[in-house]
């Protein structure tokens, strides 16, 4: 078992079933009236979430970098499950850090990446500000908009999401562009765009073990 650092990775909501179905909530799908996404015009969410993670955990097994996946291959499984997971393994190691990932829904018109952590000065703000500088670094102007909240000092919002709150560990929750808007949808698909998120990633992982 390993004793020093943990990484638990959670790509957010469920995926596609060996029957060829999406499994999670209908506010995370959205179909565009142009180009070709997971299923036609069809852009989910869950599916995103697990392409970008799978790429996150194949990066640190190749830098033998411990983690454990809390999400399933497919299912949705309950936050609590995910979280008590986490917590549980988190309790046999001396630090541990929690990762959730997402894309973002906001009517159509609204673009950008942002970063949430729970409510309060915590290690997960310092996390969350390694984030964004590595994100800001490896796509730049790339990205449209960067959404943060620096009423507090620093570029992560806040909120009191089950992940964040309820984790035993530093946890941030990455929203990764927003998916209802055509523009930021095609770039969820460019393998370039989603390569330097998850580089991004893997390099805020291996900052963070030093300040965790």
């Known amino acids: 078992m390993v004793k020093d650092f943990l990484v638990f990775l959670d790509a957010g909501h469920g995926g596609i079933d060996a029957d060829g179905k999406y499994v999670t909530a209908p506010s995370k799908e959205f179909k565009h009236s142009k180009g070709t996404f997971h299923n036609g015009g069809w852009f989910y969410e869950g599916v995103f979430n697990r392409t970008l993670t799978d790429r996150v955990a194949r990066k640190l097994r190749d830098l033998s970098i411990p983690y454990y996946m809390v999400s399933h291959e497919y299912k949705d499984t309950h936050l609590s499950y995910r979280v008590g997971l986490a917590n549980w393994y988190a309790k046999k190691v001396k630090k541990s850090l929690y990762i959730s990932n997402h894309a973002n829904a906001g009517g159509g018109s609204a673009r950008g990446f942002e ?25 730049g102007d790339r990205i449209a908009r960067y959404r943060s909240d ?51 990633q893997v390099r805020t992982i291996i900052e963070a073990q030093s300040i965790l």
Not at 117 to 139: F, I, Q, Y
């Open 115 to 139: 970063i949430f952590t729970s409510p309060g000065r915590t290690n997960s703000d310092k996390v969350a500000e390694l984030h964004w500088d590595n994100v800001k670094d490896l796509l």
């Open 150 to 200: 620096k009423s507090d000092g620093d570029h992560d919002k806040e909120a009191r999401l089950y992940v964040l709150t309820r984790t035993s560990m530093p946890a941030i929750l990455v929203e990764h562009l927003f998916f209802d808007n055509y523009e930021d949808a095609m770039q969820l698909m460019d393998d370039e765009i989603i390569e330097r998120f998850a580089e991004a």
